[in-house]
C-alpha cells in the first residue's frame, strides 16, 4: 500500500523559511516523480512543484520560482520542499502527490496534507 | 498557462439522480485530464485519467468523457458519500500543471 506522510508544516513570520518533508513508501520511489501541490484555506488545487525520479529534472509553478527549491533523497524514500522567502499568500495545506509513472503529471497518491501558514 | 474553467461552481443535486461536471480548457489538452474527488478534511482522490480511465477501485458510476477542450464528469445515480468538490486537471502541457476551480456537488 502507498503512504505519502507530509511533515515540517508550522506557523512561519513572513520572510522566514521552512522544510517540508514526504515520507513515501508502498512502491520503489525512486521510478516515480513527486510533487507538491498545495491549497489555500477554502481554495482551490494549485501545483507547487515536481521533481523526476532520479531527481535530475525539477519543475516550478512561476509563483514559487526562485524561492521553493524541491529536492529528494531515494536513499531516504523522502522528498523535500525547501520554502524560502515565505509571504503571506504561500499560506496553505501542502500535499506530496505520487505520479502515476515517469513524469506524466497526473497523481495516483495523495498524502495528508501538512499546514503552512505565513503570518506575523 | 492553460487555464481550466469548471462549471457549475456547486451543483445541487439529490442522491440517486445524474450529476454532470463540465470542465472547459483554454486551448487542446488532447486527453491528457485527470478528474479527482476531494472531501472535506481529505487529500484529493484520483478518479479519472486519461479523460476516461477510471483509477483503481472506482465505481462504475463514475465516468469521463471528451477531448480537446471539452471534458464532463458524469455520476450516474449519486450516492451518499459521492457528496464532494470534483477538480479537473491538465497534464498536456506543463509546467505548470493547472487545475479547474472545482465544482461542489452538494445535497439538494
Known amino acids: 500500500e502507498v503512504q505519502l506522510v507530509e511533515s515540517g508544516g508550522g506557523l512561519v513570520q513572513p520572510g522566514g523559511s521552512l522544510r517540508l518533508s514526504c515520507a513515501a513508501s508502498?512502491?520503489?520511489?525512486?521510478?516515480?516523480?513527486m510533487n507538491w501541490v498545495r491549497q489555500a484555506p477554502g481554495k482551490g488545487l494549485q501545483w507547487v512543484s515536481g521533481?523526476?525520479?532520479?531527481?535530475?529534472?525539477?519543475y516550478y509553478a512561476d509563483s514559487v520560482k526562485g524561492r521553493f527549491t524541491i529536492s529528494r533523497d531515494n536513499s531516504k524514500n523522502t522528498v523535500y520542499l525547501q520554502m524560502n522567502s515565505l509571504r503571506a499568500e504561500d499560506t496553505a495545506v501542502y500535499y506530496c502527490?505520487?505520479?502515476?509513472?515517469?513524469?506524466?503529471?497526473?497523481?495516483?497518491?495523495w498524502g495528508q496534507g501538512t499546514l503552512v501558514t505565513v503570518s506575523s | 498557462e492553460i487555464v481550466m474553467t469548471q462549471s457549475p461552481a456547486t451543483l445541487s443535486v439529490s442522491p440517486g439522480e445524474r450529476a454532470t461536471l463540465s470542465c472547459r480548457a483554454s486551448?487542446?489538452?488532447?486527453?491528457?485530464l485527470a478528474w479527482y474527488q476531494q472531501k472535506p478534511g481529505q487529500a484529493p482522490r484520483l478518479l479519472i485519467y486519461?479523460?476516461?480511465t477510471r483509477a483503481t477501485g472506482v465505481p462504475a458510476r463514475f465516468s469521463g468523457s471528451g477531448s480537446g477542450t471539452e471534458f464532463t464528469l458524469t455520476i450516474s445515480s449519486l450516492q451518499s458519500e459521492d457528496f464532494a468538490v470534483y477538480y479537473c486537471?491538465?497534464?498536456?502541457?506543463?509546467?505548470?500543471?493547472?487545475f479547474g476551480g472545482g465544482t461542489k456537488v452538494e445535497i439538494k
Open positions: 502527490a505520487k505520479d502515476r509513472l515517469g513524469a506524466t503529471g497526473w497523481f495516483d497518491s
Open positions: 508502498g512502491f520503489i520511489f525512486s521510478t516515480y516523480a
Open positions: 521533481i523526476s525520479g532520479s531527481g535530475y529534472s525539477t
Open positions: 486551448q487542446s489538452v488532447s486527453s491528457n
Open positions: 486519461g479523460a476516461s
Open positions: 486537471q491538465q497534464y498536456n502541457t506543463w509546467p505548470p500543471l493547472t
